[in-house]
């Protein structure tokens, strides 16, 4: 891996994931290369650029009101139009 000695990691998102599973890929010289077996979003990291772990703090959840203490990061929006459009779909409207 060239880029181990550049990069700390590589991230592959949802959208990569789904449009290169499989997928073979030329390299020079006559090789040939894919993306396998990683079955989801994530990140492979090369490099331990996290330091020193450390506890956090207990949630403390509220389950009548469903109130989270701390509370809990929003979560991402999914743009599905434009996972169509990587994988070559027609648009949904």
């Not at 894919?34 to 996290?50: G, P």
């Not at 139009?81 to 779909?89: E, H, K, T």
């Amino acid at each position: 891996m060239r880029f181990a000695g550049q990069y700390d990691g590589i991230h592959l998102s949802w959208a990569g994931f789904v449009t290169t599973e499989g997928y073979v890929v030329d390299l020079d010289g006559g090789g040939v290369t894919m993306l396998r077996y990683w079955f989801s979003k994530r990140t492979l990291w090369f490099a331990d650029v996290f330091g020193e772990p450390s506890s956090a703090p207990d949630p403390h959840i509220n389950f009548a009101t469903g109130n989270h203490e701390p509370p809990l990061p929003p979560h991402g929006t999914v743009n599905t139009d434009l996972i169509r459009r990587l994988l070559g779909r027609p648009s949904a409207t």
